[in-house]
């Protein structure tokens, strides 16, 4: 059932200036919420079937001092222009145009060579680390699906806006290309999270020892996702709802 439609509204902010907030209606919310969420514009205001769309906007409203406080605490987002950094599993690369008209993304060292038009610089690197967390991705998951006596199926990686990766019950399992951007460990940690739930497709005490098997430590890179996810999503184009 397709519960949700989403909309963007602009919001007065104190001093002036005005931001976008995502609008949700929800047939399940039974209040107006107003919350921090990853995507952008990185503020969502919820609301409830029988409220007025008007009604939750005043409210919203009345919460700009919060919305723009919230907004301020968010990491700065980076975009994929020549000269800007990533974080990388191997360290941080710094993006480098070279002239050509043949499309191309290598790296070289701490250097992510981009060549092209212009225009195209963006999606080139998009693409590159989309297969460069599949290189990375791949073996492992294989190597821990061996280990477990299971087979992986398919591997998809994609941009998830709240999951790092996932294992569908018919055994595909998805991971969000920005785990190349966390270091190795946390990276290894969800490979073996999702391969473990080919397993055992829960988060009960089989589940978890199954992961044991598989990683060294869990806690971690956990704790990491926690306290860094937020500033992995902000790089690349900005995610449009
Ligand atoms: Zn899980």
């Not at 290309?177 to 005490?205: C, I, Q, S, T």
């Amino acid at each position: 059932m397709l519960e949700t439609t989403h909309q963007s509204h602009v919001l007065d902010l104190p001093g002036g200036r005005a931001t976008n907030i995502a609008v949700r209606r929800s047939n399940r919310a039974r209040r107006i919420i107003l919350r921090v969420v990853e995507t952008e514009p990185g503020i969502e205001l919820v609301v409830p079937k029988r409220v007025a769309l008007r009604e939750a906007l005043e409210f919203a409203g009345e919460k700009s001092a919060w919305v723009a406080a919230r907004l301020a605490e968010r990491p700065p987002s980076v975009a994929f222009v020549p000269g800007a950094l990533l974080p990388h599993i191997s360290g941080e690369l710094t993006l480098v145009p070279r002239a050509g008209t043949v499309r191309d993304a290598e790296r070289t060292g701490a250097l992510l060579v981009i060549t092209g038009p212009e225009h195209a610089f963006s999606a080139s690197v998009g693409r590159w680390l989309i297969e460069d967390a599949r290189a990375a991705i791949r073996p492992q998951a294989n190597r821990m699906a061996r280990e477990i006596g299971h087979k992986l199926r398919r591997i998809r990686i994609g941009d998830p806006a709240t999951r790092w990766g996932s294992c569908s019950s018919t055994g595909t399992l998805s991971f969000s290309w920005r785990l190349v951007m966390a270091p190795a460990e946390v990276l290894e940690y969800v490979v073996a999270h999702e391969v473990a739930h080919l397993a055992e497709l829960n988060h009960g005490k089989r589940f978890w020892s199954t992961v044991d098997l598989l990683v060294d430590d869990t806690a971690a890179p956990r704790q990491w996702l926690r306290t860094n996810g937020a500033k992995l999503r902000r790089y690349g184009e900005p995610r449009a709802r």
